[in-house]
């Protein structure tokens, strides 16, 4: 025979069950027997039973050792309960611990048509301030033969009101109590035919007081029921959680830090609004006109409250206005500044070719999406410009630049150039750049004395000219520049 294994508090031995009746159905009363067989080379482990666990949950039961291992009679109530509602066909895991330290573990599978009692509730899971609410109750389950049902129903005085309760199912005596504020005492006694499986055994209805509360609850506590052999068994809670509402009332709007100006050029600020009271659905609308009410250029507004300066080189004042979604049509808004716009360059791309690979072309340098980039086949050579067209020469004021994703460090010693000669030649450096640039957007100065009808950016040696995306600005005019 094999040597026994050594016994230590975490040893766990496989274990053969048997349970009996295979299949739950009907009462909770009586009890379920289960068989546990040990292996033979484990029978010094056994030692006498100290309890016994079904799915992790320790079961009332009486427990005999044996020369095969255990048999053990277990409350049937308990049995089913320790199941968590599971129905049909259910792997029960047995563990028997035995003063040892031992565990003996093993599975059987039962067929469950019993649902152990519970107590549902059904109503609104939002209510608005102010107004009242109902919640209904119903008893599940296997029918234990009840004949009585006491409970508490809690729920914060300060939030919430009681108004009334009253029983769904004729000839049942039902009463309920306010006693102390947040408390109701729910009685009900009849046959079982009247407490037990009705859609509605009572309903309860309560009032949702005007505070910023954005969510409460009411609960059904101490739950006892009792049979008619006058036994009686506790149910387990059931609570009802609500969130609470008002129409919004106010709207608060602030820039990120308290700021109310965008300041640089394609400048971003990000704005947030409060929505009063507290408990007011707190989405909202984003919108942005000028100052007299009527569409504006001077800057655009995502749906979550970023908001950008504009690419035409247009400065001035915006109203931003956040709109409650609640419809009640409260509105709040917010005056900023919007200033150092510059005016976007544009005319006809050109560049070097061939790409490394199709779809990795000079344009889409240009083409407003960062997730795109120009890769040139080769190291060196590469570049991707702009020709303004003749007689739209402008000074060069500043690069927006996106470099690749990953490849940041492949725009170091890169080139801003300009030239009036032809789009590969006669170009000048305007700006290099001497550092790996940040991933996302960078921007550098570039104020350049002369006018340029072409613009460029020229990779460095090994580079392959990687950029995801360019944007080129002109100095803004002398008449712009004048005092007003």
């Known amino acids: 025979m094999e040597k026994p294994p050594v016994s230590n508090a975490d040893y766990i031995v496989p274990a053969k069950i048997d349970i009996d009746p295979h299949v739950l159905a009907g009462k909770l009363t009586g009890s379920v027997k289960i068989g546990i067989g040990i292996p033979d080379n484990a029978a010094a482990l056994a030692g006498s039973s100290v309890r016994l666990a079904v799915n992790g949950k320790d079961v009332a039961a009486e427990i005999k050792k044996d020369a095969k291992g255990y048999q053990v009679k277990a409350d049937r109530r308990a049995f089913v309960q320790a199941l968590a509602g599971q129905t049909g066909e259910v792997e029960a895991k047995i563990a028997i611990v035995s003063d040892t330290g031992s565990a003996f573990v093993g599975t059987d599978t039962v067929i469950v048509k019993t649902e152990s009692l519970t107590l549902s509730v059904r109503g609104d899971d ?4 102010g107004e009242e609410f109902s919640l209904s109750y119903a008893v599940n389950g296997a029918g ?3 004949r009585e049902l006491n409970l508490n129903l809690s729920y914060d ?19 309920a109590e306010a006693g102390q504020p947040g408390r109701v005492t729910v009685k009900a006694s009849g046959t079982s035919n009247q407490l037990f499986n009705k859609e509605t055994l009572f309903t309860v209805r309560m009032k949702a007081k005007e505070t910023e509360a954005a969510r409460s609850e009411v609960a059904a506590r101490d739950i006892v029921y009792a049979n008619a052999k006058k036994e009686r068994h506790a149910i387990a809670d059931a609570v009802h959680a609500i969130n609470l509402f008002f129409e919004a009332r106010e709207i608060a709007v602030s820039g990120e830090g308290g700021a109310s100006a965008i300041d640089s050029n394609r400048g971003t600020l990000r704005l947030s609004a409060q929505v009063k009271p507290a408990n007011a659905n707190q989405s909202v609308t984003w919108s942005v006109y000028g100052l007299d009410g009527e569409a504006t250029e001077l800057a655009s507004i995502t749906p979550d409250g970023l908001l950008s300066g504009n690419s035409k080189g247009l400065n001035g004042q915006v109203k931003v206005i956040a709109t409650a979604t609640d419809g009640s049509g409260v509105t709040g808004e917010l005056t900023v500044d919007i200033s150092n716009q510059l005016q976007a360059l544009t005319g006809s791309l050109f560049g070097a070719e061939p790409a490394w690979a199709a779809g990795s072309e000079y344009d889409k340098a240009f083409d ?23 007689g739209a020469e402008a000074r060069l004021d500043q690069v927006r630049f996106y470099p690749r994703k990953g490849m940041e460090v492949r725009m170091v010693g890169g ?3 300009g030239s009036n ?3 590969t030649e006669g170009f000048v450096d ?21 006018a340029y009808r072409y613009i460029r950016y020229y990779t460095p040696e090994t580079g392959n000219a990687n950029v995801a995306e360019l944007e080129f600005y002109a100095a803004p005019a002398a008449s712009d520049l004048m005092p007003e």
Not at 126 to 129: L, Q, T
Not at 157 to 175: M, T, W
């Open 430 to 450: 305007l700006h290099t750049i001497g550092e790996q640039p940040a991933a996302g957007w960078n921007t550098v100065n570039v104020s350049a004395d002369t």
């Open 157 to 175: 005085p300060e939030v919430l009101e009681f108004v009334a309760a009253e029983s769904a199912v004729k000839q049942l005596n039902f009463s």
């Open 126 to 129: 939002s209510v608005k301030a």
């Open 421 to 423: 000669v032809s789009s």
């Open 368 to 390: 407003g999406d960062v997730n795109t980039y120009y890769d040139f086949k080769n190291g060196a050579g590469g570049y991707a410009g702009m020709d303004l067209g003749e």
């Open 415 to 417: 080139k801003f150039q």
């Open 144 to 146: 234990d033969s009840m």
